[in-house]
């Protein structure tokens, strides 16, 4: 049983920032956005087409700096949000603005000699002028795109966005506050409890946040040994949390007691940069490192679906009752990048697809193996 090859594109500019498009529900589709500091910036619209295993792009300019943070819109198809950095007065601001993308933008030439590049239209900046260079945006999920937040050096802050996104209201913030200025440097929504928590990540801690006081609810000291880079909430099992680090580690955690790590991954032989649960099958974990790899586990331990014989009630099944349980454990290893890889996205439409972004420009699209596919729906 042969698997997909994988499918490269690569970028004229360096990269680090990835994104699925939320809002699409038919094309597998992702969008980069590159850093350069001498020419324009430019986000990549990325469309694989499955059956041909092939890629078609579109390229938007996005002159106002280097990309350090996308997110699509999860209601609006042609809504996105970036965190860029910009010089003024001999000063770097990281800043962050609402574009809309062109309403065509499914109508363009699918072929690998496009070099047209179009505009994308600004629809807001954020006016961060009170609260300091934003590092973050995260939009509600499974909302209907007027939720945003922004996670700035130190500050939570709560976004209105009207309903043609061209004008946003700062309408609460929390301080994070600590010793030696602490600084955010990551957060995620939490999809359950009607989204109304976040939790971040500062230094070597994790912190929960309740979104209605806007009040820390829980803290994680010392999640990791060193920087905490990234974190993510189990989509699909309420409490579950995944973190990623410096050193080297995945930490999944049960934030209702937060002192004790429920397991621990040590794949990686270097910086962690990003990790990411699977929408629809929560066992299959994505991890991606300056190692220059990309790691598929499969953590059905604490996944929404535990092991199960498919047996009867009935007694004298006491032989298919034997049946071994299915042990966590890395499914596949990942090693067409050949620098740091900070991203790694699943698609939001085939849970069997996912995309990583190394430094370098390099975007590959990979599936999980079909061995491991037809275990988990067979």
Same mark, same amino acid.
Request: aromatic share 10%; net charge negative; glycine share 4%.
């Given at each position: 049983?042969?698997?997909?090859?994988?499918?490269?594109?690569?970028?004229?500019?360096?990269?680090?920032?990835?994104?699925?498009?939320?809002?699409?529900?038919?094309?597998?589709?992702?969008?980069?956005?590159?850093?350069?500091?001498?020419?324009?910036?430019?986000?990549?619209?990325?469309?694989?087409?499955?059956?041909?295993?092939?890629?078609?792009?579109?390229?938007?300019?996005?002159?106002?700096?280097?990309?350090?943070?996308?997110?699509?819109?999860?209601?609006?198809?042609?809504?996105?949000?970036?965190?860029?950095?910009?010089?003024?007065?001999?000063?770097?601001?990281?800043?962050?603005?609402? /574009?809309?993308?062109?309403?065509?933008?499914?109508?363009?030439?699918?072929?690998?000699?496009?070099?047209?590049?179009?505009?994308?239209?600004?629809?807001?900046?954020?006016?961060?002028?009170?609260?300091?260079?934003?590092?973050?945006?995260?939009?509600?999920?499974?909302?209907?795109?007027?939720?945003?937040?922004?996670?700035?050096?130190?500050?939570?802050?709560?976004?209105?966005?009207?309903?043609?996104?061209?004008?946003?209201?700062?309408?609460?913030?929390?301080?994070?506050?600590?010793?030696?200025?602490?600084?955010?440097?990551?957060?995620?929504?939490?999809?359950?409890?009607?989204?109304?928590?976040?939790?971040?990540?500062?230094?070597?801690?994790?912190?929960?946040?309740?979104?209605?006081?806007?009040?820390?609810?829980?803290?994680?000291?010392?999640?990791?040994?060193?920087?905490?880079?990234?974190?993510?909430?189990?989509?699909?099992?309420?409490?579950?949390?995944?973190?990623?680090?410096?050193?080297?580690?995945?930490?999944?955690?049960?934030?209702?007691?937060?002192?004790?790590?429920?397991?621990?991954?040590?794949?990686?032989?270097?910086?962690? /940069?990003?990790?990411?649960?699977?929408?629809?099958?929560?066992?299959?974990?994505?991890?991606?490192?300056?190692?220059?790899?990309?790691?598929?586990?499969?953590?059905?331990?604490?996944?929404?679906?535990?092991?199960?014989?498919?047996?009867?009630?009935?007694?004298?099944?006491?032989?298919?009752?034997?049946?071994?349980?299915?042990?966590?454990?890395?499914?596949?290893?990942?090693?067409?990048?050949?620098?740091?890889?900070?991203?790694?996205? /699943?698609?939001?439409?085939?849970?069997?697809?996912?995309?990583?972004?190394?430094?370098?420009?390099?975007?590959?699209?990979?599936?999980?193996?079909?061995?491991?596919?037809?275990?988990?729906?067979?």
């Amino acid at each position: 049983m042969e698997d997909d090859a994988p499918v490269i594109y690569g970028l004229e500019f360096q990269a680090r920032s990835l994104t699925p498009h939320t809002a699409e529900t038919e094309n597998i589709r992702f969008f980069v956005g590159t850093q350069s500091l001498k020419f324009d910036n430019q986000i990549h619209q990325i469309d694989f087409d499955d059956e041909n295993n092939v890629i078609n792009k579109c390229m938007y300019t996005h002159k106002d700096g280097e990309i350090w943070n996308i997110n699509c819109s999860p209601a609006d198809r042609n809504v996105i949000a970036t965190c860029y950095n910009k010089m003024s007065d001999s000063k770097t601001e990281m800043n962050a603005a609402l /574009w809309k993308i062109p309403a065509d933008f499914e109508n363009f030439q699918h072929n690998e000699e496009q070099t047209s590049i179009q505009s994308l239209e600004l629809l807001h900046h954020l006016d961060n002028s009170s609260y300091g260079n934003i590092v973050k945006l995260l939009w509600e999920p499974q909302g209907d795109g007027k939720k945003l937040i922004s996670l700035t050096d130190n500050h939570i802050v709560l976004w209105d966005i009207t309903e043609n996104c061209t004008d946003a209201k700062a309408t609460s913030s929390a301080v994070l506050e600590g010793k030696g200025q602490p600084k955010l440097t990551s957060g995620t929504w939490n999809p359950h409890h009607n989204c109304t928590q976040i939790a971040t990540s500062n230094d070597t801690s994790i912190r929960g946040w309740d979104l209605r006081s806007m009040n820390q609810v829980y803290c994680i000291d010392n999640a990791h040994g060193q920087l905490v880079r990234d974190l993510e909430f189990n989509p699909n099992k309420q409490y579950y949390l995944v973190s990623c680090g410096d050193d080297c580690k995945i930490k999944f955690w049960d934030i209702r007691n937060p002192r004790e790590t429920l397991k621990v991954l040590a794949h990686h032989s270097h910086w962690v /940069w990003s990790v990411r649960y699977n929408n629809f099958h929560d066992q299959l974990v994505l991890s991606s490192s300056s190692d220059s790899r990309v790691v598929l586990s499969n953590i059905i331990s604490l996944s929404s679906e535990p092991f199960t014989d498919n047996t009867s009630d009935n007694e004298d099944n006491e032989f298919d009752r034997s049946t071994e349980p299915k042990e966590d454990g890395v499914i596949a290893t990942y090693e067409e990048h050949e620098d740091s890889v900070y991203a790694v996205e /699943w698609s939001t439409v085939d849970p069997w697809v996912f995309a990583s972004l190394s430094y370098d420009g390099r975007l590959v699209i990979n599936h999980v193996p079909r061995a491991e596919k037809y275990k988990i729906l067979l």
